[in-house]
Structures are given as C-alpha cells and as structure tokens.
C-alpha cells in the first residue's frame, strides 16, 4: 500500500440495507401494507466513508464482509466512490451484515441490524491495517463491530498523532449489557465523541430530552476524557461542548423525507472537514449542513450531497448559540 497520508480512516461496519417504506411505524404484533422496498449499500462505517469521500477527501476503511453477492457488491460501491477498500476483508463462514429498515411517510425509520461479518472484526485486522492507522489524519469508529476492535484501532490512532472521532452508536446500557457499555476509561483515546440524545440518555442513564438536559449531558460526557463532545438533537440541531464552553448550533429548517443515515452523513463529513483542518464550528456546521441536505432525499448513501452541495447550503445556517 502506497504511504500517502489518508484523510479520514473508518473503522466500522458494512450492511446490505432492506428498506421497506409504510404509512408508519409497525406496532407490536400488526401487519401493515407498505408502498415501497430498495435495497441500499448502509452500515454506519460505509455510510460515514462515503460522506467523507463525497467531500474530496482521501479515505480508507477497516471492515469485514462476507464471501457473498452482498459484499462483493459493497465493496464494489465502495471502490467506485474511491475509498480504499484494501483493509475490508472477507469472511469464509459468516454472512455480509443486513439491516431491516422501516421507513414511515413522516420520514422516522426504526432499524434492526443482523451484524454477520461485523461481528467477526477482530485485533488481528486491525493490526494488518496498522500501516493505514499510521498515515491517517483522522479516524473515525462506531460501534456496531466489536468494541475491542474499535479501541485497539483508537489507541493506535491516537498514539500516531491522528484526531480519533467515536460515533458511539448504537449505545449500549450498563445494566443491560455491561460487557458492551462504554467507560471513561476507554474514552481517553477518543478526541471527538459524537451521540444522539438516546445514545446520550442510555450512555449516562439520564433523561436527554430538553435542550438544558442535552447541554448536561453534553458536559457530563466531556468530563469523561474526550477533548469535544456532540450530542445531536435531531431537528433541533446539536450541542457541542469543548474546553471553552457549550454552545447550541440550531439545524436548518427543512421537509424531512427520510432520516435514515444522515447521522453518518453528519460524522462523515464533520470527520472531513477536520481533515482538512477547518475550525471545530465550521466543521460541525458542514456536517449539519449535509445532514440538512440528505433527509430531503431517501436512502442513506444515496442521499448523501456532493461537496459543492454542502457549501452552497451553509448560508442557511444559523450562529452558534453561547
């Protein structure tokens, strides 16, 4: 592999997405009749490639996939957007992973994930890759691959002097499952942590609805060891938190359509904006922006904007709130 530096580096998961559209959400033991089925290239790791290559960025990814159609089509959409697809391996016993996703007609979607070869990501591809690890300036991680992996990739990021981004979702509670639930300790390799309310909520046990229980929870996070916290709010926007403060960065006012997959497309492009070195506020707004533009259009990579996209919408943005 060639040493050039490499812009973002994902570490994460790959998943063929089953989209299904209805009127609404299923409940519990109801059969609905849906109007309309896709099939996506998703998981949150390809989804978070491939915004931050759509910014014209350098990017690789560290992943597994199975000996199937499935991620030998991934893959391929992987090569075609440019990214390095040469520390996705394959995996002889275990299927590409496959999300079910419900998509209603007021654009929410509820998922469920079957991992496969997610699950199958272990220390000893991640070591294979440490030469990409070495040369990347940022490196971005989720968890929806073992954590193990994911902080054994941290910790060599880190140790090599790159900016490490952990999308800590889908979050798991302590109670519920402590052998998968985040410490602080673990957090002292990551640099940016970036979370939803739920992801929040379920992370500190607290309640994250209102604004004043995100900036709380905001701050509670940042004193687990990262140096900037994010915690997204929907179409209220985020809060981000820093050694200067906390500031609310209000979103765009748009029709959602679909929101599936414009977290990633926020990580993503946030993840390439650092790359490139812009400020913490321009790169959160570029990634708010994206997002902004990717849940007025379906699917999840599908939907995701180009870089001349992204600054053309970034006079919609509002000033960050002190």
Excluded: C, Y
Aim: no cysteine; charged share 15%.
């Amino acid at each position: 592999m060639s040493a050039s530096p490499i812009g973002v580096l994902v570490v994460g998961s790959l998943n063929v997405d089953l989209v299904v559209r209805a009127p609404r959400q299923p409940r519990p033991g109801e059969t609905l009749i849906g109007d309309g089925f896709a099939t996506d290239q998703g998981g949150k790791g390809a989804n978070q490639a491939v915004a931050a290559a759509r910014m014209g960025v350098r990017v690789a990814m560290i992943g597994r996939v199975g000996d199937d159609d499935h991620g030998r089509r991934m893959t391929a959409a992987l090569a075609r957007e440019g990214i390095d697809i040469g520390a996705v391996s394959t995996d002889d016993a275990l299927p590409t992973g496959v999300a079910a996703i419900v998509v209603s007609h007021d654009g929410e979607n509820s998922i469920v994930v079957v991992p496969g070869a997610n699950h199958a990501l272990g220390l000893q591809h991640i070591d294979a890759a440490a030469a990409r690890l070495t040369v990347a300036h940022v490196v971005v991680a989720q968890l929806e691959v073992p954590t193990a992996a994911v902080f054994h990739a941290l910790r060599l990021a880190r140790s090599a002097g790159a900016v490490t981004l952990l999308n800590a979702a889908p979050a798991a509670a302590p109670a519920a499952a402590p052998s998968a639930a985040l410490t602080p300790e673990q957090l002292q390799s990551v640099n940016w942590l970036v979370v939803n309310e739920g992801e929040a909520a379920t992370l500190l046990g607290t309640p994250v609805v209102e604004m004043s229980q995100a900036r709380a929870a905001a701050r509670a996070l940042l004193g687990w060891g990262p140096g900037d916290v994010v915690v997204t709010v929907g179409a209220r926007g985020l809060v981000h938190a820093n050694a200067a403060g906390v500031t609310h960065h209000a979103a765009s006012a748009v029709k959602a359509v679909d929101t599936t997959g414009a977290g990633d497309t926020f990580v993503g492009v946030l993840a390439a904006a650092l790359a490139q070195g812009l400020s913490a506020d321009e790169a959160l707004r570029r990634g708010q922006a994206a997002a902004a533009i990717a849940v007025t259009r379906r699917g999840a990579q599908s939907a995701m904007p180009s870089a001349d996209e992204v600054a053309a919408a970034l006079a919609d943005l509002r000033p960050p709130i002190h």
